[in-house]
């Protein structure tokens, strides 16, 4: 028994706005989730502050699974993005204290390393083919075997996952929304000329992927994977909105290029069917977004039964916390298949120290007890929340489109 004597919500922004959730035991021991969702913060706080955290006071620490159930089944109202943030969080919290209590990295408890460390992509963005890939060059220079890239489009004047601060890639901007236009047909053009070049000057022995964020109908979706078969992709992401999950039937039928979703799923009922009829190749799932390291697990273990492999969201947005908690159960899964990677900004590391280490193209989550990360309240209070918005989205004639 180790009691849970108080939590709490930090919210701070080092270079962005971070929803974080510290649980303390009658022991002293503490974990950390994290609770971000982009642009829809204080939600989260809410929901955390007035709903959750005065039911765990009093509860057993050790009863992660228990308590999951609780805060899920507990709600009525279940899933959705705000509810399974915050259980995420709560979740997170618990391996840690779990891990600490047992003095081994959480790993260990997950049930042991699979394999040395877990492979990552890097993001090279560039207005132009030349400079996505002068980009993509510094990464492979870096030690990187995986590269996800994104390039600006002729015709358009802004292009989703290419910023102007290359060293920094964050879509979501202080203030209100930014509004951006887009072409589908422009787009379908350059992608396929994007990649032909990426593997003339790149070569065949870095694995190559592509974000499409949700933005084609199922027909063109086909069509795109169909164009970029030559190129033999690790994953096209993102292909179609996921509400449909049938709609991967479409692009599966007329193209052999690996297909990943589920950076903005929240729970394991969205990748059912994706995973039953094996629709997809990997699962984005994250453990912030989709209720925390045990929902994970589930969906992974369900996966393993269809050759579905992990391919955990990992962007600006999701803390150290949560790539600490992506490193463990990475390294713990046996259909793990790769990890996205993008570097915080340097007041985020300073916020939230970490073990984790990258070394030749794998990420590991280090030997500390726990999950590995920490944060430095103090130097949190420094950075207060600043609203910000991720931009939306128009087609040229106005009319408002998937992000
Ligand atoms: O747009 O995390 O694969 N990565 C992505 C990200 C998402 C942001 C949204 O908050 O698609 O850039
Ligand atoms: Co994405």
Redesign the pocket.
């Known amino acids: 028994m180790s009691k849970i004597l108080s939590a709490r919500v930090i919210l701070s922004s080092p270079g962005r706005n971070f929803t974080t959730l510290k649980i303390e035991t009658e022991d002293g021991i503490y974990g950390v989730g994290d609770a971000t969702v ?1 642009g829809r913060e204080l939600a989260v706080v809410a929901y955390l502050e007035e709903h959750v955290i005065p039911c765990l006071i009093g509860r057993d620490a050790h009863q992660i699974e228990d308590i999951w159930q609780y805060l899920y089944k507990g709600a009525y109202w279940r899933r959705g993005p705000i509810t399974m943030c915050a259980i995420a969080a709560v979740d997170m919290a618990l391996w840690d204290i779990k891990a600490k209590i047992a003095g081994l990295p959480l790993y260990q408890l997950l049930g042991g390393a699979c394999r040395r460390g877990n492979l990552v992509y890097a993001h090279a963005n560039g207005e132009d083919i030349e400079e996505t890939l002068s980009e993509a060059e510094k990464y492979i220079a870096m030690g990187y075997r995986a590269v996800r890239l994104q390039c600006g489009v002729p015709g358009l004047k802004s292009t989703y ?1 290419v910023t102007s601060d290359k060293a920094r890639y964050e ?2 901007g202080t203030g209100l929304p930014a509004e951006n236009i887009w072409s589908t047909e422009k787009y379908l053009r350059a992608v396929p000329q994007l990649f032909a070049a990426a593997r003339e000057t790149l070569g065949w022995d870095i694995h190559l992927l592509h ?1 499409t ?1 949700h933005r084609l109908t199922p027909i063109q979706a086909a069509r795109l994977a169909k164009d970029l078969e030559p190129y033999r992709l690790f994953w096209l ?2 292909a179609v909105p996921a509400e449909n999950q049938e709609n991967f039937r479409l692009i599966r039928q007329h193209s052999t290029t690996p297909l990943a979703v589920g ?1 903005v799923f929240n729970t394991i009922w969205d990748c059912k069917q994706l995973i039953e009829e094996q629709l997809i190749d990997y699962i984005r799932t994250a453990a912030v977004h989709a209720g925390g390291i045990t929902q994970l697990r589930k969906i992974a273990n369900f996966a393993a039964l269809y050759n579905v492999r992990t391919g955990c ?1 990992g ?1 600006t ?2 803390s150290p916390v949560t790539m600490a908690a992506a490193l463990h159960f990475g390294l713990s899964v046996s259909n793990f298949g790769i990890q ?1 990677f993008m570097h915080h900004t340097e007041e985020t590391n300073r916020v939230f120290p970490h073990s984790y280490v990258f070394e030749d193209g794998y990420l590991h989550p280090g030997e500390k007890p726990g999950l590995g990360v920490d944060i430095d309240e103090d130097l949190a209070r420094s950075f207060p929340y600043q609203r910000a918005y ?1 931009p939306i989205n128009r087609l040229e004639d106005g009319t408002m489109h998937d992000w």
């Open positions: 982009n996952g879509p979501a974000d964020h992401e993102d950076e969201h962007a947005d999701l996205e991720l």
